[in-house]
Structure formats: C-alpha cells, structure tokens
C-alpha cells in the first residue's frame, strides 16, 4: 500500500473513533434491555438512529451547540410539547413570553 492510503485509511478510522466516543458519551449502552441477540441489536441500532437524527437537527439550527448540550437539552425537554429547535434558537426572554402560562388576578384566586 502507498502512504497516501495508509493515510487515507487512518483518517477514516479517525472518524469510527470519534463516532464511538460520541455514542459512548450521549449514549451510555452501560446495560441491554434483553440479553438475546436480536434485542440488543435493536437497542444499538435506535442509538444510532438517535445519534443520526440528532446530527441532522445540529446542522439544521442556526444557532452552534454543542452536540452533548443538544442531547443533554433534549433529554430534558423529553416531554415537552414545544419544538426543540424554537427551544434552542430563541433566547429565554422569547420563550417565556410565548409559552409561560398567564397567570390569574390575586382576587380571583382567592375569590371567597
């Protein structure tokens, strides 16, 4: 082999490197759901579907984050019903004004 695809090769495997880190950072696989094959190959496969989606909505967004705070955020915000790419581009201000309840009058609070 010449030294360009040595080369070449390493900085591949360079990438493989760095996509497991990714995977073992954002997405711990400490235990198997299921001890058979098939199970544990679903749970690998849904972690790199995961792990795709999330690089698909990083590039997507204007605003530059981190991929473990992207992953981290949306784990938080899990349930929430409110756009995870809106929760992330607008600034907290923003987003308190349109998604903070209103709150009642004391007096109808109280009403006695």
């Known amino acids: 082999m010449s030294t360009q695809e040595i080369g070449q090769l390493c900085k591949l495997r360079w ?15 400490k235990y198997f759901l299921r001890d058979n094959e098939n199970a544990i190959k679903i749970q690998i496969w849904c972690t790199l579907i995961a792990n795709l989606l999330f690089t698909v909505i990083r590039k997507g967004i204007k605003q530059k984050i981190s991929f ?4 981290s955020f949306a784990r938080q915000h899990l349930f929430s019903d409110h756009k995870l790419t809106y929760l992330i581009e607008k600034t907290e201000k923003e987003w308190r004004l349109k998604y903070q309840p209103k709150l009642a009058p004391q007096a109808l609070l109280f009403d006695g």
């Not at 493989?16 to 711990?28: D, V």
């Not at 473990?68 to 992953?71: E, Q």
Request: aromatic fraction near 10%.
């Open 15 to 29: 990438q493989i490197e760095l996509l497991f880190k990714q995977l073992k950072q954002n997405f711990p696989l």
């Open 68 to 71: 473990s705070n992207l992953v």
